[in-house]
C-alpha cells in the first residue's frame, strides 16, 4: 500500500469531520461550497503542476552530466 494513500484517507476523514461540527454547530462555512471546490481544485493543481516541472527540470539536470564532453573530462582527455 502506498503512502499516499492513508495521508489521502486522514485528510478525507479530517474534513468530513470539519463539515460535521459546522453542520451541527450552525456555524457558516467560511466560504460557500463551490469556491471552496475550486479553492482546493487549484491546490491541488499547483502541486501537481510543481511536482512534474521538478521532475521534468531534474531529468534534465541528469541528462546534461552525462554528456561526451563531460565524460570526457572526467577521463583527463579532451573532446
Same mark, same amino acid.
Given at each position: 500500500? *502506498? &503512502?499516499t494513500v492513508p495521508?489521502?484517507?486522514?485528510?478525507?476523514?479530517?474534513?468530513l469531520? %470539519?463539515?460535521l461540527?459546522y @453542520?451541527? !454547530?450552525?456555524?457558516? !462555512?467560511p466560504?460557500p461550497p463551490?469556491?471552496?471546490?475550486c479553492?482546493l481544485l487549484g491546490?491541488?493543481?499547483?502541486?501537481?503542476?510543481v %511536482?512534474a516541472?521538478? @521532475?521534468?527540470l531534474?531529468? @534534465?539536470?541528469?541528462?546534461?552530466n552525462t554528456?561526451?564532453? *563531460?565524460?570526457t573530462?572526467? &577521463?583527463? !582527455?579532451?573532446?
Amino acid at each position: 500500500m *502506498s &503512502k499516499t494513500v492513508p495521508a489521502f484517507a486522514a485528510a478525507l476523514g479530517v474534513g468530513l469531520l %470539519a463539515g460535521l461540527l459546522y @453542520r451541527v !454547530t450552525g456555524v457558516p !462555512t467560511p466560504a460557500p461550497p463551490w469556491w471552496a471546490l475550486c479553492g482546493l481544485l487549484g491546490i491541488i493543481g499547483g502541486e501537481i503542476g510543481v %511536482a512534474a516541472l521538478r @521532475r521534468r527540470l531534474g531529468h @534534465r539536470r541528469r541528462r546534461g552530466n552525462t554528456t561526451r564532453a *563531460s565524460a570526457t573530462a572526467e &577521463k583527463g !582527455t579532451a573532446p
